[in-house]
């Protein structure tokens, strides 16, 4: 069951906040988050594991609600380098994360 | 420091032929995977390995068969191309570990079924 991922499109103009969320129809065992450039690979950002631990990366933080199934990823700050689609990855009950679910992406544009 | 690496970079292909998308890691990283990527659609997982001779399907594997006989290379193969196989695929690695699996992609091959 793929996640499912809110808004699908934000723009954002610098130094502004932002918020995707993640949702999942499962119990979730983790939350990965990954950025993507337009016709470039995906890249790591974090991963949340259960327990509610909140991880930050320079000005990007995420948390991970396992009672609701979700996970949120903010963005502080903005800056044009932070454009990109943002898409979430769950683990696959029963599999762990050696399989990951994405979601369809949100996509984030910031503007000067 | 290569990191992952994908070849080839772009491919067009005939319905019915075959083909084998290679894909190297040098971080010694256990498990290895194989995802697709449709335009709209997120990252589907075709196949991954956690280590040499240990392959397992993912979620869109048909058409597609993989071997894993080192640490280094995990080939992608399509048995006979079809036009709905078009699309961009990623293959990624990650080290095994007790903090989940935090994946390196590969810069994608960018496949068309004719």
């Known amino acids: 069951q793929q996640p499912v991922q809110s808004p699908q499109a934000v723009i954002l103009r610098e130094g502004e906040d932002a918020v995707i969320n993640c949702s999942s129809s499962?119990?979730?065992?983790?939350v990965h988050w990954y950025r993507q450039k337009h016709g470039e690979a995906p890249v790591f950002l974090m991963i949340?594991?259960?327990?509610?631990e909140q991880k930050g990366h320079e000005k990007i933080s995420a948390s991970f609600n396992e009672k609701k199934q979700q996970s949120s990823l903010y963005l502080t700050a903005s800056q044009l380098s932070y454009s990109g689609t943002y898409f979430c990855?769950?683990?696959?009950?029963?599999?762990?994360?050696?399989?990951?679910?994405f979601g369809k992406g949100t996509k984030l544009s910031v503007i000067p | 420091n290569a990191g992952v690496t994908q070849t080839p970079k772009f491919q067009v292909l005939k319905t019915g032929q075959s083909m084998t998308l290679q894909c190297a890691q040098d971080?010694?990283?256990?498990?290895m995977s194989w995802y697709r990527q449709d335009p709209g659609m997120g990252l589907r997982l075709i196949h991954y390995?956690?280590?040499?001779?240990?392959?397992d399907q993912g979620e869109v594997p048909n058409g597609y068969n993989v071997s894993r006989s080192t640490t280094e290379d995990f080939p992608l193969r399509l048995l006979s191309a079809a036009p709905s196989q078009t699309s961009v695929y990623f293959c990624?690695?990650?080290?095994?570990?007790?903090?989940?699996?935090?994946?390196?992609f590969g810069d994608g091959t960018r496949l068309s079924i004719l």
């Open positions: 990855g769950t683990d696959i009950p029963g599999a762990g994360s050696y399989q990951l679910t």
């Open positions: 499962k119990a979730l065992y983790s």
């Open positions: 949340l594991l259960k327990g509610g």
């Open positions: 971080m010694n990283h256990e498990y």
């Open positions: 390995s956690v280590g040499a001779g240990i392959t």
């Open positions: 990624a690695s990650a080290l095994v570990g007790g903090t989940g699996l935090p994946q390196h």
